[in-house]
């Protein structure tokens, strides 16, 4: 016997499936474009292959060229700290802190074992405990928590140890102490970068056959890696000084290259090779494979506009919110803090569309610890 209320219990049943599966669907976002099978159809050997040949390869050289070059004028200052070997080292320290921008996101593989951005770049430094270290003549570099070394300490030695180059001078000239440390941190540096490039030598080519998408493999560990470094240009460059993170309450002097006031010159560089990175550009300028094409052959879009091009514009207003900010940037976080402040928010946007959109649609997980959230 067929139930009187059947048809309705049918076709009640039929618009609760189909209700549900509305609202399924709407729970995924409208805005991307995914495939079924993320990017595990996507050749990515080609890519892997620009990285590392390309781009990897040839920035770790090119940085281990001009630091050579800062070592030499460097051992020629303290040996003789005249201050026509100052003006020299300062040059060649400069452009090799400018360099550090387009290499500090190889932390992974080779890097990853000489604590690479901790080696080379742990700022703000701790002044009071390199002065010390100086006069107890402790030279220990080994600690990847310390902030008593690399790139920030000549900043400090040859910018801060005096308001004038006469000091300076008369600082290494009177307290040998000072050459012997300086020396020791040139060192230390030299012989991880060395260890790095001649380990990436062999790690290149299981870099290049790695070719999965899981935890560990290298497009995994590039995605990771392009991401915690451009959370460290928002929040450590940009952020932290600017009062964001700190109710307001600016912090000039935890600015990156304080002494010598690059800290806005480093960020841009930073920024723009990022974007490099992203679109998979080579050294010598010209295009190469990047994340850029891997998104746009799996159609990824954002708000109906193409993902990648979503994160290229990005970076762009990134790079002219950082070019108005006025002055050097630890002047600026109190004279200017508007424009500071507007480059940080720009820069936090970024954070989303590179840590959570791209990620999700070429199904990569991200593993790296970040103690700071992304709303920082």
Same mark, same amino acid.
């Given at each position: 016997m067929t139930h009187p209320h059947l048809p309705k219990y049918r076709l009640l049943a039929?618009?609760?499936? $189909? !209700?549900?599966?509305? =609202? $399924?669907?709407?729970? %995924?976002?409208?805005?991307?474009?995914?495939?079924?099978?993320?990017?595990?159809?996507? +050749?990515?050997?080609? $890519?892997?292959?620009?990285?590392?040949?390309?781009?990897?390869?040839? /920035? &770790?050289?090119? =940085? +281990?060229?001009? @630091?050579?070059?800062?070592?030499?004028?460097?051992?020629? @200052?303290?040996?003789?700290?005249? &201050?026509?070997? &100052?003006?020299?080292? /300062?040059?060649?320290?400069?452009?090799?802190? %400018?360099?550090?921008?387009? #290499?500090?996101? @190889? !932390? @992974?593989?080779?890097?990853?074992?000489?604590?690479?951005?901790?080696?080379?770049?742990?700022?703000?430094?701790?002044?009071? /405990?390199?002065?010390?270290?100086?006069?107890?003549?402790?030279?220990?570099?080994?600690?990847?928590?310390?902030?008593? %070394?690399?790139?920030?300490?000549?900043?400090?030695? $040859?910018?801060? &140890?005096?308001?004038?180059?006469?000091?300076?001078?008369?600082?290494?000239?009177?307290?040998?102490?000072?050459?012997?440390?300086?020396?020791? #941190?040139? *060192? *230390?540096?030299?012989k991880k970068l060395d260890d790095v490039l001649e380990n990436w030598q062999s790690y290149a080519n299981q870099f290049k056959q790695n070719t999965g998408t899981t935890d560990g493999q290298s497009i995994n560990l590039l995605v990771n890696a392009l991401n915690k470094d451009y959370e460290n240009i928002k929040r450590n460059k940009i952020g932290i000084p600017s009062g964001v993170l700190s109710l307001g309450f600016t912090n000039p002097r935890e600015v990156e290259s304080y002494h010598s006031g690059q800290s806005l010159e480093l960020a841009k560089t930073a920024i723009q090779s990022s974007k490099d990175l992203f679109l998979g550009t080579k050294l010598d300028g010209t295009d190469g494979e990047g994340l850029e094409e891997v998104l746009r052959s799996i159609g990824a879009n954002k708000n109906g506009i193409s993902l990648a091009d979503v994160i290229i514009n990005q970076y762009d207003i990134a790079l002219e919110k950082v070019d108005a900010i006025q002055e050097t940037l630890h002047e600026s976080v109190d004279e200017d803090k508007e424009n500071v402040i507007k480059a940080y928010n720009v820069l936090s946007e970024q954070v989303i569309y590179l840590k959570s959109d791209m990620p999700s649609v070429m199904c990569i997980p991200i593993t790296y610890v970040d103690n700071p959230s992304d709303s920082d």
């Amino acid at each position: 016997m067929t139930h009187p209320h059947l048809p309705k219990y049918r076709l009640l049943a039929a618009f609760c499936v $189909l !209700t549900i599966v509305g =609202f $399924l669907t709407s729970c %995924k976002d409208d805005n991307q474009k995914f495939t079924p099978s993320c990017i595990s159809e996507y +050749d990515i050997s080609p $890519l892997l292959l620009n990285y590392s040949d390309e781009i990897v390869i040839p /920035r &770790l050289e090119s =940085f +281990d060229n001009q @630091f050579d070059k800062c070592l030499k004028q460097g051992v020629n @200052f303290i040996d003789n700290p005249q &201050l026509t070997n &100052l003006t020299q080292f /300062r040059e060649e320290y400069i452009v090799v802190y %400018k360099l550090w921008q387009t #290499v500090s996101t @190889f !932390t @992974f593989g080779p890097g990853e074992d000489v604590f690479w951005v901790n080696s080379f770049n742990n700022f703000p430094l701790n002044e009071s /405990r390199v002065l010390l270290d100086v006069q107890e003549s402790k030279m220990n570099f080994s600690s990847p928590e310390d902030y008593n %070394k690399g790139l920030p300490l000549l900043d400090f030695f $040859l910018y801060g &140890l005096s308001a004038s180059d006469e000091g300076i001078l008369d600082s290494f000239k009177t307290n040998s102490a000072f050459g012997i440390y300086t020396k020791a #941190v040139l *060192d *230390d540096m030299d012989k991880k970068l060395d260890d790095v490039l001649e380990n990436w030598q062999s790690y290149a080519n299981q870099f290049k056959q790695n070719t999965g998408t899981t935890d560990g493999q290298s497009i995994n560990l590039l995605v990771n890696a392009l991401n915690k470094d451009y959370e460290n240009i928002k929040r450590n460059k940009i952020g932290i000084p600017s009062g964001v993170l700190s109710l307001g309450f600016t912090n000039p002097r935890e600015v990156e290259s304080y002494h010598s006031g690059q800290s806005l010159e480093l960020a841009k560089t930073a920024i723009q090779s990022s974007k490099d990175l992203f679109l998979g550009t080579k050294l010598d300028g010209t295009d190469g494979e990047g994340l850029e094409e891997v998104l746009r052959s799996i159609g990824a879009n954002k708000n109906g506009i193409s993902l990648a091009d979503v994160i290229i514009n990005q970076y762009d207003i990134a790079l002219e919110k950082v070019d108005a900010i006025q002055e050097t940037l630890h002047e600026s976080v109190d004279e200017d803090k508007e424009n500071v402040i507007k480059a940080y928010n720009v820069l936090s946007e970024q954070v989303i569309y590179l840590k959570s959109d791209m990620p999700s649609v070429m199904c990569i997980p991200i593993t790296y610890v970040d103690n700071p959230s992304d709303s920082d």
